[in-house]
């Protein structure tokens, strides 16, 4: 699953973000950061495409790689907004209709996430320059062949 293009496509056609809001890769917090420098945008749902995981053995004794994954709902507050209380609401919903969509996906594909009977999130009070938001973490996983062969050693 490649979940940049997933959340590149949710951005691109829910109906709340496909005019609004711009879609971002970034690599952690400080190029997150970089990105809301951005003038031209106001509105950006990102997701940040670092790789970090780990391998874990399943239940049925097969080797999985585990993916996580942050995903940031984050929105420009001008001078003059003073109660940044709508727009954390707006993301809030937008968090909403993106989980129920995750749900919807999953029954169709049971591959295509690992994911709890909790999607967690953080809202995100300040972040940036005069920005907040919210986001949440989901993971991918992925079966891996992890057996040994002798010809790769010496």
């Known amino acids: 699953m490649?979940?940049?293009?997933?959340?590149?496509?949710?951005?691109?056609?829910?109906?709340?973000?496909?005019?609004?809001?711009?879609?971002?890769?970034?690599?952690?917090?400080s190029?997150?950061?970089?990105?809301?420098?951005?003038?031209?945008?106001?509105r950006w749902l990102a997701v940040d495409k670092s790789q970090d995981g780990n391998s874990y053995r399943g239940g049925n004794g097969g080797f999985f790689e585990r993916r996580f994954h942050t995903v940031f709902l984050i929105f420009k507050m001008t001078k003059r907004d003073?109660?940044?209380?709508?727009?954390?609401?707006?993301?809030?919903?937008?968090y909403k209709k993106i989980h129920s969509k995750i749900i919807h996906d999953r029954k169709i594909n049971q591959d295509m996430f690992f994911m709890d009977e909790e999607?967690?999130?953080?809202?995100?009070?300040?972040?940036?320059d005069n920005c907040a938001g919210l986001?949440?973490?989901?993971?991918?996983?992925?079966?891996?062949?992890?057996?040994?062969?002798?010809?790769?050693?010496?």
């Open 2 to 29: 490649d979940i940049i293009a997933y959340f590149q496509n949710i951005c691109n056609t829910l109906v709340d973000t496909r005019d609004t809001y711009t879609f971002a890769k970034v690599s952690g917090l």
């Open 31 to 42: 190029h997150l950061e970089e990105v809301l420098d951005d003038r031209k945008s106001t």
């Open 82 to 94: 003073q109660d940044h209380e709508p727009g954390m609401n707006e993301v809030r919903t937008i």
């Open 119 to 128: 999607l967690r999130f953080n809202e995100i009070e300040y972040i940036g």
């Open 135 to 154: 986001m949440f973490h989901l993971t991918n996983d992925e079966a891996t062949d992890l057996r040994y062969n002798p010809d790769d050693w010496s």
